[in-house]
């Protein structure tokens, strides 16, 4: 057993397997993921047995697994590393993930998660300080990530338009917004969002006027904002969309998975300024925060707009337990079971403080504006025109500007997927407007979450993206035919 007064006797050797393992992967990967695309990590994975009639021993497994997974791993502490919201995690953090595993409280009652229920408290307290620092009554919830977030922050508006009257919730948001909005808006049975224009993919505070006005009299709305598009890590402009909802008396959730993190830098603050004007706001710190997958957070401005979280079952938090002074976790949750992800979370804001952690995303704000500048100075690359996001820049090959749209944009594709079967390099790919030349294009995408890379780490990876290939055009889509033939 990992637990117990034994417990760290019997992890230290396997602990010590694991993490030979990883090194000895690495090694054998020799980049920022394994060569040779799906088919080539399924051959590493060979013919390894997981249910073997008898078993081989905790470290034997350990050992065989751990490589080959290590070996066939992204890697997103290698430069070439830079296509997602995928970050590297600080080993504080990863540290303090195996004593939360190790233990393995479960945060939905506190009698199975003393401890870790006061370290919960306490990190939500402070995160919920750090996005409403003038606000009394404000709160925060431990999430795995932005996708539940956005998902309680149109579940708290939508059962707050149910309290008044029963009222249809509306959702207007930008066309950039992130995906789990529509996704929420569908699973809460509500209508589908109204995606308003984003011009250069910052929502646009006019045209979140216009939808409000035009919602069906009576209905209750949601602005939702994103601070940190995933595309192109903008930000909307904040205190002109909190304007646009006060003056409709419509809810303000802002998506800063991306950004948050931002507000503990005092100097990158300003960016999200107008976001403590927000009713929910989510947060992410497995992005610009270092942590293993997941941590995220939903903070509100009001707790008791928490209360329809609010769940009884005996055998978790009875009521005279409650009354007892028993704390009551059901209601910080939509899940019941879950992990003590605040455990990680604390080690690492307490290890580095709150300048540290100012430190690290400044660091990778510069850097993404650094590298900009490169592949300006790059004959082989143009950058998409206009200033780089929060930590993300998109470019392409000057190559494929001159050829036709189509074929231009199968050239970016087709760079991408090279990268990736050779396991040279992973980046992102994005489609958006291209302010020079007119029309939406595909671009490539490096996403800077590493926070002790330098500009020059990338000068490989932009010679590589320049780097001469063939474009691959889709296949003409066909359509049958009444008599069978197709068209």
Known sequence: MAGGVHGADALAPLTAVVLDALRAGAVRRGGPLPGGGPEGVEERFGALEVLPRHGVGAETALRELVEL???????????????????????????????????NPSMDSWDQAPAATTVERAVTAELARLVYPGTSGRDALITSGGTESNLLGLLLAREEARAAGGRTLRVVCGATAHHSVRRAAWLLGLPEPVAVECPGGRLDPEAVRGALAALPAGAAALVVATAGTTDEGLIDPLPALADAAAAHRARLHVDAAYGGPLLFSERLAPRLAGVERADSVTCDLHKLGWQPVAAGVLAVADARYLAPLR????????????????????????????????????ATLRALGRDGMAALVERCVATA????????????????????????????????????????????????????????????????????????RLWLKATLL??????????????????????????????????????
């Not at 502490?77 to 995690?89: E, M, N």
């Not at 009875?318 to 605040?342: C, I, K, N, Q, Y």
């Not at 000068?459 to 069978?484: F, I, K, Q, S």
């Open 450 to 487: 590493h926070p002790h890379t330098r500009a020059a780490d990338f000068d490989g990876l932009l010679d590589l993206a320049a780097e001469p290939v063939t474009p691959v055009l889709p296949a003409p889509r066909t359509t049958a035919r009444t008599d069978g033939g197709t068209v």
């Open 369 to 440: 504006e650094e590298l900009a500048a490169r592949i300006d100075a790059h004959p082989g690359l143009r950058r998409r025109p206009g200033g780089t996001g929060i930590s993300t820049v998109l470019f392409r090959p000057t190559a494929a500007d001159r050829l036709p749209p189509e074929q231009g944009d199968a050239l970016v594709a087709e760079v991408r997927r090279r990268l990736l079967q050779e396991g040279r390099a992973v980046l992102g790919r994005a489609r958006a407007e291209d302010g020079e030349r007119g029309g939406a």
């Open 311 to 346: 769940l009884t079952a005996d055998y978790l938090n009875a009521d005279d337990d409650t009354e007892a002074g028993l704390p009551d976790l059901l209601g910080r949750s939509l899940r019941t079971s879950r992990r003590p992800d605040a455990l990680k979370i604390a």
């Open 69 to 103: 997974v290590a070996e066939g791993a992204a890697d997103p502490a290698d430069p070439a590393c830079a296509a997602h919201l995928h970050c590297p995690p600080l080993a504080v953090a990863a540290a303090a993930d195996l004593a939360a595993s190790a233990l």
